[in-house]
């Protein structure tokens, strides 16, 4: 990160109220870890075996292959390296692929730990390590063409015969065709295949099969197998997610994944303590994409606020130099929310995952008590936090101006490849009305008089509304804390009196649903967004937090509050519980807060310490010589290797020469 600076971005620096070391620190967990990150990174981004070609200028077919071989090398390298830690790994594979996914990112993602979540012993003897050393590459199947999110609909069949112990599958009509899954069209060997289990003619539901698709010879489709890719996307250019059919494919009896659910030989079926314990990854995977959806908000606000300083635009007073457009309070009302909103779900993500880990094992020592409180968490959060990514991510290319179309910003890659994050692993409307059953049931069991715990602890009690004419200081984080409670408790309470009443209307349960459901993710949304809010005020309760960073912080958290409730005003307000001077002095703190983070601005996002090789964009550089490199970038692109594009000669020549003849 050495080099001449632009004087900006210096300047910037040099009068920050903070040191960003010390932020850094808080947001990975102590000096030991970013230490280790950075000895991680910079193994991949010295080391000129890692560098590629921009792969924005590169065909699907070449982004493919290049992906391929950087990720083989990842793995290779990383075994020599002995990088085995869970953490390791996630920073060494994080800055090999940057804002791409690596070519076995499903393997790692969900194949293996559908693996070790469902296999029993035997299973776990037989596959584990071909999987764990890459001997073997699988994903995970589940979607098909006509059905992604009702997994009750799923059409593929895995036919239990007790004569030979096997189970058929088969892909019964177009619709039945897997769709999607990643790593699936070219480069899997195996999957994990979600299919309609059937014994003696009775359907047991969607159930976890590993299959074996290629062969290991030459790779070729084994016999009955259908596959390939299913197209250039939005995004992930360089992902062959794929399509799969099956007929009439036998595998043995040991190929279900019988951890929870069982099929004896006689096809007797054992029930799971759970039938949702099936579930059990994609759980995982919306825990993490929580994890990532503050992870790429940080990334693109640190390449908008870097590149907002840079910039230089118009007269604010006639005569005087241009500004940064950072100075346009409009522009720091675009950029400064989701500077806030990335931190906030940096920290929901770490808490998100510690519930996850201890839920998880209690689940797998046979406690499965806490699998709803997980499943309805995850899935709100998911929700939330990829919904907010998204929105921030095209906030952030737009508030870059021109320059933030062009792939050079880095935020175009960005976007397209993280949005999918709001409907893969459950589509986000779908996953906060699963949070929202868990929400309505809960407060039915608090009205039966049943204490509740956990995140929904707080539906025992709506809170009364304040006397009128109280006034309250809008900067306190218990009052914001608190509003943002009353406002869940208050709409989950009017989301079940909207159901009873569609109910009492005369419609039976799915319609009466169906009718509130817009209610019911109303719901869910405000009580995913006070969890947030909630966790980042109890983050920064830490006594070891260091008091030089601790303002700046807390001033973040009171912008990320204030910002959601002057954008949700409406429901505040409604039912009198804050009043119209409430929100007026919240929309004043929020200016007066912009003004007290600008000079903060470019040390809050140089404190998510994401080096330039992982970041991959001009704009976001952290020397902010932007111009030059943009004109060094554009040179590159392959329009520009010859003066005279070859079509000028097919064409363009013919053409210009017919035309001039003509006059
Ligand atoms: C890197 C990423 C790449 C991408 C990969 C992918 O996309 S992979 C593909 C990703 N694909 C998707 O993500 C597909 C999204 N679709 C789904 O996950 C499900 O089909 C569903 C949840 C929408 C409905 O499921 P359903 O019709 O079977 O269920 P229901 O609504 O009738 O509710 C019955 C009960 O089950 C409960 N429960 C449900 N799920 C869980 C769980 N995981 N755990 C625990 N519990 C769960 C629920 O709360 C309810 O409890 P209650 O109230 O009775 O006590
Ligand atoms: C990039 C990418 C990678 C993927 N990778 C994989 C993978 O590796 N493996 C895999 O198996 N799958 C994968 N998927 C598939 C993904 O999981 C599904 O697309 C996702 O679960 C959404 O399901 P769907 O496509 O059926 O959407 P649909 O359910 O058809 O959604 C369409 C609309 O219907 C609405 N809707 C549907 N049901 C309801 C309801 N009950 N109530 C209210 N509204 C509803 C939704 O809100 C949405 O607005 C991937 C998808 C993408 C885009």
Known sequence: MAGTVNPDLRKERENASFHPEKVTNFLYGGPGVVKRKRELESLVLNDPDFQSEDLNFLSREQQYETQMKKSILMVTKGEKLKITDVQDRSFYTSAVSGSDSFSFGLHVAMFLPTLYGQATQEQKDKWLKMAEKYAILGTYAQTEMGHGTFLRGLETTATYDPTTQEFVINTPTITAYKWWPGGLGKTSNYCVLMAQLYIHGKSYGPHPFMVQIRSLQDHKPLPGVTVGDIGPKFGYGSVDNGFLAFNNVRIPRENMLMKYSKVEPDGTYVKPPSTKLAYGTMVQVRANIVVNSGRVLAKAVTIATRYSC??????????????????????????????????????????????????????????????????????????????????????????????????????????????????????????????????????????????????????????????????????????????????????????????????????????????????????????????????????????????????????????????????????????????????????????????????????????????????????????????????????????????????????????????????
Not at 346 to 368: A, F
Not at 502 to 521: C, F, I, M, T
Not at 532 to 543: G, I, Y
């Open 310 to 663: 840079v910039r230089r635009q118009s007269e604010m007073k006639p005569g005087h130099p241009e500004p940064q457009v950072l100075d346009y309070v409009t522009q720091q009302y675009k950029l400064f929310p989701y500077l806030a909103a990335a931190y906030a779900f940096w920290l929901t993500g770490q808490t998100m995952m510690s519930v996850y880990t201890t839920s998880s094992n209690q689940i797998s020592k046979g406690d499965i008590s806490a699998l709803p409180e997980l499943h309805a968490l995850s899935a709100g959060l998911k929700a939330l936090s990829s919904w907010v990514a998204n929105v921030g991510m095209e906030e952030c290319r737009m508030a870059c101006g021109g320059h933030g179309y062009s792939h050079a910003s880095g935020l175009p890659r960005l976007y397209a490849n993280m949005t999918p994050g709001a409907t893969y692993e459950g589509e986000n409307t779908v996953m906060m009305l699963q949070t929202a059953r868990y929400l309505m049931k809960s407060y039915n069991q608090s009205l039966q008089g049943e204490k509740l715990a956990g995140s929904v602890a707080y539906l025992s009690g709506v809170q009364p509304v304040p006397a009128a004419g109280r006034t309250r200081n809008m900067l306190d984080l218990g009052v914001l804390c608190d509003a943002y409670r009353h406002r869940a408790a208050r709409l989950v309470h009017e989301a079940a009196v909207q159901l009873r009443n569609e109910r009492q209307a005369g419609k039976d349960q799915p319609d009466a649903w169906n009718a509130a459901s817009v209610d019911l993710v109303k719901a869910a949304m405000a009580h995913s967004q006070y969890f947030v809010v909630k966790n980042f005020a109890e983050r920064l309760t830490d006594s070891t937090l260091d008091s030089s960073i601790s303002d700046v912080l807390t001033r973040l958290c009171q912008l990320h509050a204030l910002h959601g409730l002057v954008t949700n005003s409406g429901d505040f307000l409604e039912d009198g519980y804050l009043t119209g001077t409430d929100v007026r002095q919240a929309r004043r703190h929020i200016n007066a807060l912009m003004a007290k983070l600008r000079p903060d601005a470019v040390a809050l996002v140089d404190a998510f310490d994401f080096p330039d090789g992982i970041l991959n964009s001009v704009l976001g550089r952290y020397d902010g010589n932007v111009y030059e490199h943009l004109l060094e970038w554009a040179k590159a692109s392959p329009l520009n290797k010859t003066d005279v594009h070859q079509s000028y000669h097919k064409y363009l020549k013919p053409f210009l020469e017919d035309n001039r003849a003509k006059l």
